[in-house]
Nanobody, 125 residues
Framework: QLRLIESGGGLVQAGGSLRLACAAS????????MSWFRQAPGKDREFVAA????????DYTGIVKGRFTISRDNAKNTNYLQMNNLKPEDTAVYYC??????????????????WGQGTQVTVSA
């Protein structure tokens, strides 16, 4: 069974940077699409970014394009989310998820079969 563990969250001032990591264990995730979602208090879980199995394809929600970069290292069973120029509205719990396949449904939480426990990101003004 695949297990995902996120790390790298924390408190940062607006304009700062954080790098989140999602480490997979239990089985290889090399064939999976890996994604990041986030959930702020009182809001639904929303899509942030996705990367396909070999890193050749990426997908971002519009509000993070140019600021966030998703990457993966299959040799380490880990994917990353580099977040630059953070804004207070980026404050949320960030979750890593995995699914088979790639496509227009990357942004739908229901398509993902495994989630991590989440890591808190707080951006102060």
């Amino acid at each position: 069974q695949l297990r995902l563990i996120e790390s790298g969250g924390g408190l940062v001032q607006a304009g700062g940077s954080l790098r989140l990591a999602c480490a997979a264990s239990g089985r290889t995730f090399i064939h999976d699409t890996m994604s990041w979602f986030r959930q702020a208090p009182g809001k639904d879980r929303e899509f942030v970014a996705a990367i396909n199995w070999n890193g050749g394809l990426t997908d971002y929600t519009g509000i993070v394009k140019g600021r966030f970069t998703i990457s993966r290292d299959n040799a380490k069973n880990t994917n990353y989310l580099q977040m630059n120029n953070l804004k207070p509205e980026d404050t949320a719990v960030y979750y890593c998820g995995t699914r088979g396949g790639w496509g227009s449904s990357n942004n739908s939480p229901s398509q993902y079969n495994t989630w991590g426990q989440g890591t808190q990101v707080t951006v102060s003004a």
